[in-house]
């Protein structure tokens, strides 16, 4: 999958890839930006690829490539857009190159399908960001006190990634964490708990899904340490669809 690419040179493409096997390589697509080129199209977003390559002294070099797949009701929705985008951009800034993570690019993947027929931007976004967290090493727990190991309460703890009961949140343990709302928490353990079919019949509640969101955006931005670049064009197309 073609998370991003950049200019080369005079005439070429640099893609960053995430690949079976590899995890997350770049390579040069040559002569991707001559209007001719084979590999122009390569240069557009959501790119899903079957492609051989030879590894040089810093790059692959791309030297076949078959579009498996090419998202396109993403490409023709701006909001679809900016929340593919975004996707994309959160798997990039949380992978470090040449480690595999073939769980990661199936989630991306089952994500791009569901975004392309689905209106539940929010829903899957957090679907997606609970999941990722989860294969990075940072699962939320939502069953118990992240400090004392007892019954969760309602104030969730940025840094450690779970929830505190009421004890630890009013004895210095709860410095940092935030209250989330019985309806937001509610949102979070049936995303946790069940698969997207499920989860795309559930009643909207565009209050409770919005805090949700905002926290997730903050515990992922926190657990990758950036803020992606896509994030400002996401918050446009949020403040316009509300």
């Known amino acids: 999958m073609v998370l991003r690419s950049m200019n080369l040179g005079e005439w070429d493409r640099l893609l960053v890839v995430l690949t079976v096997g590899l995890g997350k390589i770049k390579v040069v697509a040559k002569g991707a930006r001559k209007v001719q080129s084979r590999y122009a199209s390569l240069a557009q977003p959501f790119s899903y690829l079957r492609f051989t390559s030879y590894r040089g002294k810093t790059f692959h ?14 490409r023709d929705n701006l909001e679809k857009i900016a929340y593919g985008l ?3 951009e959160l798997v990039d800034l949380s992978l470090i190159e040449e480690q595999a993570h073939d769980d990661i690019l199936s989630l991306l993947l089952a994500s791009l ?14 679907f997606f960001e609970l999941r990722l967290l989860s294969r990075l090493g940072f699962a939320l727990d939502l069953r118990q006190c992240a400090e004392c190991g007892g019954q969760a309460g309602h104030r969730l703890r940025l840094n450690a990634g779970g929830l505190l009961c009421d004890r630890c949140s009013q004895e210095g343990a709860g410095h940092g964490a935030v209250t989330v709302s019985s ?24 209050v409770g899904e919005r805090e949700m ?16 670049e896509s994030f400002k064009f996401l918050a446009e197309i949020r403040r316009g669809s509300r």
């Open 113 to 126: 399908h569901i975004l392309c027929h689905s209106e539940r931007y929010e829903l899957l976004l957090a």
């Open 183 to 206: 309806e937001a928490l509610r949102l979070l353990v049936a995303l946790w708990q069940s698969d997207w079919q499920k989860i795309e019949t559930m009643p909207k509640t565009p």
């Open 61 to 74: 070099t791309l030297s076949q490539v078959e579009v498996i797949e090419g998202f396109r009701p993403l």
């Open 213 to 228: 969101t905002s926290l997730l955006d903050r515990i992922v931005s926190y657990r990758i340490e950036k803020t992606p």
């Open 86 to 88: 975004y996707l994309m």
